[in-house]
C-alpha cells in the first residue's frame, strides 16, 4: 500500500546531478561496446574475405543461385522432419509421461514395471541416438515380422522416439521430485489417496516447473530428426546431400542450416523467456 | 462424555532418536487439548502420527474407539474424518482459494461441484474472505492463507481438527486473525489438538494444557494450573523462558 505520488514533487539538484552522471556512464559504455563489436566482426570478416581459399568457397558453400535451385527440395524436405518432430513430441510426451510415473510410484503391483522403467532409460539415455537409429532402422527389418511396417520414416521416427522419451522422462521426474513434500502432506492430509494426490496436486506443479527444459528438448528433437536421414529419409539434411553429391557444390548444405535455424532460433529465444519467467516467478514465490 | 482420540502408550523414534516415548493421551468430545513445549519436544510429530502421516513404533491410537493405528486401517478414510493446519500453510499455489477450498470435497468426498462452491463460498464469507474467493495462494498475506488453509480443513467437516503450531511463520499482527477463527471454531465445539507458542491463546482456548518435554507429557491439566501454577519445575522452566522471550 505506497502512498500516492506527490504531485508537487520535482528532483531535487542533487538528483538531477545523479541522472547526469547516468547517463554520461551509459553512453560511454554503449560506445564502448559498440567499439568492441565492430572490431571483433571485422577482424573474422576480413580474415575470412582475405583468405587464400575464400573464392573456392564462396563459390561451393554461398552461390546464391544455385541455393535458390535447391531451395524446395530442401524445403520438401524440412516438412518431413517438422512431422517427425510433431507426431514425434506428441508419442514422446505420452511415453515419457508414464516412465516418470512409474519411476516415482511406490506401488508394489508396479515393481516389475518400475525396474523396466528404470532398466529403459537408463540404457536409452546412455546409447547415442545415432546407433539405435540404426540398429532400429535396419535390425527390425531384419526380423521380418508380420505387421511391422519396413518403412524407413517410421522406424527412424520409433528410433528418436525411443531415445528421447528416456531423456524426457527424466526431467518430468526431477519435476516431481522438485515438489516439496508438504504440497503431498496437505493433499494426502486431506484424504486425497496418491493417485489423486499426483494427478491433482504434484504433476500439475511439476509440468509448470519443467516446461522450460522440456522445449529445449523440443529444440533438439527437431535438429536430432536430422539423423533419420542416414536411413535414407528425404528429410531436409538428406536432400541436401543429395544435391550437394551431385554437384559438388555444397551451397544445399548451408540452406539446410539456415532453414533449421529460421526454426530452432525463435525456439530457444522463447525457451530463454520462459526460463526466465520461470525464475522470476520462484524467487518472488513464499514472499508474502 | 465420549473420546474422540484415544492415545495409549505412543512410541516413535527416528532412527535412534526417540521422539515419543510411552505417551497416552484423551481427546474427549467438543473439547480442545493444546499441547505445549520447545521445539524438538515432539508436539508435531504427535500429531503427523494421529494424521497417520508418520507410523508410529509401538502403542495405538483410536478415532471414535476405532483403532486407527492398525496397517490394515484403509489410511485414506481416516485422513477424511480429520483435518490438519500445518504451520507453512501448504495450500497449493497453482489452485485458486476457491478450488483449494473444493478439491477434496469433490474428489474425496465425492459431493457435486456446485455444492462444494456454495459450501466452500457460505465458508469463505463467514470467515470474511469472500473477495478472495478467485485469488492464488501468492497474492494473499500469510494470514489470509492460513485461514483459507483452516477453511480447505473445515469444508470436509472433520471429526477433528488437527492444528500445528499454526501462527509460528507469521509475523505477530497476523496472529489474531487466525487465532479469532479458532476461538470461533472452539465455540462452535469442534474438537481440536493444537501445538502451540501463544500461550495467551491457550488460556482462552485450551480444556487441557499437556507440556511435553522428550517426548513425554510431564504436566497436563486446566491452562490456569499448567500454565500459572505449574508443579513440575522442567515445566515452571520451560514457562519461565517463554515468559522472558515476551510471549506469555
Not at chain 2, 511435553?212 to 490456569?224: F, K, P, Q, T
Request: charge should be positive; proline fraction near 4%; include cysteine.
Amino acid at each position: 500500500m505506497s502512498e500516492r505520488i506527490n504531485s508537487a514533487w520535482s528532483p531535487s539538484s542533487r538528483e538531477i546531478q545523479r541522472r547526469g552522471a547516468r547517463k554520461r556512464i551509459s553512453r560511454r559504455q554503449g560506445f564502448i561496446a559498440a567499439v568492441s563489436t565492430l572490431l571483433v566482426l571485422g577482424t573474422l570478416i576480413s580474415i575470412t574475405v582475405t583468405s587464400p581459399g575464400w573464392a573456392v568457397v564462396k563459390k561451393t558453400f554461398f552461390d546464391i543461385n544455385y541455393g535458390r535451385e535447391v531451395f524446395p527440395t530442401v524445403i520438401a524436405g524440412l516438412w518431413i522432419n517438422l512431422q517427425l518432430t510433431f507426431i514425434g513430441g506428441f508419442c514422446i510426451g505420452v511415453i515419457a509421461l508414464g516412465l516418470a510415473l512409474l519411476r516415482t510410484t511406490k506401488s508394489p503391483a508396479l515393481t516389475p514395471f518400475r525396474f523396466l522403467a528404470t532398466a529403459y532409460v537408463d540404457i536409452f539415455r546412455g546409447a547415442p541416438l545415432i546407433l539405435i537409429i540404426l540398429l532400429v532402422g535396419f535390425g527390425v527389418p531384419a526380423l521380418r515380422l508380420h505387421g511391422i511396417p519396413s518403412n524407413v520414416i517410421f522406424l527412424g521416427t520409433v528410433a528418436v522416439v525411443l531415445t528421447y522419451s528416456a531423456y524426457v522422462a527424466e526431467v518430468i521426474r526431477s519435476g516431481i521430485l522438485s515438489i516439496h513434500p508438504s504440497q503431498r502432506a496437505a493433499a494426502r492430509s486431506l484424504g486425497l489417496t496418491s493417485g489423486q494426490t499426483m494427478r491433482y496436486v504434484v504433476l500439475p506443479q511439476a509440468i509448470r516447473r519443467v516446461v522450460p527444459p522440456l522445449l529445449n528438448d523440443f529444440v533438439s528433437l527437431l535438429k536430432d530428426t536430422g539423423l533419420v536421414s542416414i536411413l535414407g529419409v528425404t528429410d531436409a539434411v538428406r536432400a541436401a546431400q543429395i544435391n550437394a553429391s551431385r554437384t559438388f557444390n555444397y551451397t544445399p548444405y548451408v540452406v539446410a542450416a539456415a532453414m533449421f535455424l529460421l526454426i530452432t532460433i525463435p525456439m530457444t529465444r522463447y525457451t530463454d523467456r520462459a526460463i526466465r519467467a520461470r525464475t522470476n516467478a520462484q524467487s518472488s514465490e513464499g514472499v508474502i | 462424555m465420549s473420546n474422540v482420540l484415544e492415545l495409549s502408550n505412543i512410541r516413535k523414534s527416528f532412527g535412534t532418536e526417540l521422539v515419543l516415548n510411552d505417551l497416552s493421551l484423551s481427546v474427549p468430545e467438543h473439547t480442545a487439548t493444546v499441547l505445549i513445549g520447545a521445539s524438538g519436544s515432539g508436539k508435531s510429530t504427535l500429531l503427523r502420527c494421529i494424521n497417520l502421516l508418520e507410523s508410529i513404533d509401538d502403542g495405538q491410537i483410536f478415532l471414535d474407539g476405532e483403532e486407527i493405528s492398525d496397517p490394515l486401517i484403509n489410511v485414506d478414510e481416516v485422513r477424511r474424518k480429520l483435518g490438519m493446519v500445518f504451520q507453512s500453510f501448504n495450500l497449493f499455489p497453482h489452485k485458486t482459494v476457491l478450488e483449494n477450498i473444493t478439491l477434496a470435497p469433490v474428489k474425496v468426498q465425492g459431493k457435486n461441484k456446485d455444492e462444494a462452491v456454495t459450501a466452500a463460498l457460505a465458508l469463505l464469507k463467514r470467515f470474511d474472505l469472500s473477495d478472495k474467493a478467485d485469488q492464488y495462494p501468492d497474492r494473499l498475506s500469510g494470514g489470509q492463507q492460513q485461514r483459507v488453509a483452516i477453511i480447505r480443513s473445515l469444508a470436509l467437516n472433520p471429526r477433528l481438527l488437527l492444528l500445528d503450531e499454526i501462527t509460528s511463520a507469521l509475523d505477530p499482527v497476523l496472529v489474531n486473525e487466525v487465532l479469532s477463527i479458532v476461538r470461533d471454531l472452539k465455540s462452535d465445539g469442534m474438537t481440536m489438538v493444537l501445538a502451540t507458542h501463544e500461550m495467551g491463546f491457550a488460556t482462552q482456548v485450551a480444556d487441557e494444557v499437556c507440556f511435553l518435554e522428550s517426548g513425554n507429557i510431564l504436566e497436563r491439566g486446566s491452562a490456569e494450573a499448567v500454565l500459572h501454577a505449574p508443579i513440575n519445575p522442567k515445566t515452571q522452566e520451560f514457562l519461565k523462558r517463554v515468559h522472558q522471550a515476551g510471549r506469555l
